[in-house]
């Protein structure tokens, strides 16, 4: 589904953006590594094996550029994408149930809550949330950072393929109740399914517009 309020410039400006190059930097395992801040950024957060790497293929139409698993906990670093040289898609290490070392997971979680409390270039979180789930514990964890930040963050509902209707239509208005009590919270949720390509244009276009 396309946001009515994107027009189809915008829309065909972003499908050209991300039909560009799309470049691995570096992966960031602790905040001295992380690079100049020289242009906006877009973070994608979850829980491990939510879908956040998959979803980055998904729009930038490259099968391998993030490095996708079955196993929780793949991603453990904060990675840096450079989308045409006008923004950075940074992929960050999945958090919540992977089966890593209670420090290594402390690690991880140290390093999302540094990052997401001092770069100073990151424009929005989309916040990723398996859409058979719903909200965990962990992701309001986060999203509590985020509201004490005023780090705006956006809901992207993923794995929409392997839901019914009815499920999602239940899930939206509790999700949207909820979103309200929280300050930094966007109002808009998009709906994706990064095997089916829904919401994918949908998402380009945002991402687009923080690029400008």
């Known amino acids: 589904m396309i946001d009515p309020e ?45 879908g956040k790497s998959s979803l980055v293929n998904a729009l930038t ?27 950075y898609l940074v992929d960050l290490p999945g958090y919540g149930y992977a089966k890593v070392s209670k420090e290594k997971k402390n690690e991880w979680n140290t390093l999302i809550r540094d990052y997401l409390r001092g770069r100073p270039t990151l ?3 989309f916040m990723l949330i398996d859409a058979r789930h719903g909200l965990k514990e ?43 009590k929280h ?5 808009e949720i998009s709906m994706t399914s990064a095997h089916k390509g829904t919401g994918i244009a949908d998402l380009r276009t945002v991402i687009w517009k923080y690029a400008q």
């Open 6 to 50: 994107h027009t189809d410039d915008e829309i065909e400006s972003a499908r050209k953006l991300f039909a560009g190059p799309c470049d691995f930097v570096l992966g960031v395992a602790a905040l001295e590594q992380l690079p100049e801040a020289d242009l906006q950024e877009i973070a994608f957060a979850g829980r491990s094996n939510v």
């Open 61 to 87: 139409g490259r099968n391998t550029l993030a490095r996708t698993s079955h196993t929780p906990g793949r991603t453990q670093q904060l990675n840096f994408f450079d989308l045409g040289k006008k923004i």
């Open 123 to 125: 424009r929005c979180v």
């Open 138 to 180: 962990s992701d309001r964890d986060i999203m509590k950072i985020l509201d004490e930040t005023a780090v705006a963050y956006r809901i992207i509902l993923t794995k929409a393929d392997k839901t019914k209707q009815a499920q999602r239509d239940k899930l939206i208005p509790a999700l949207q109740g909820e979103l309200k």
């Open 183 to 187: 300050g930094a919270a966007m109002n």
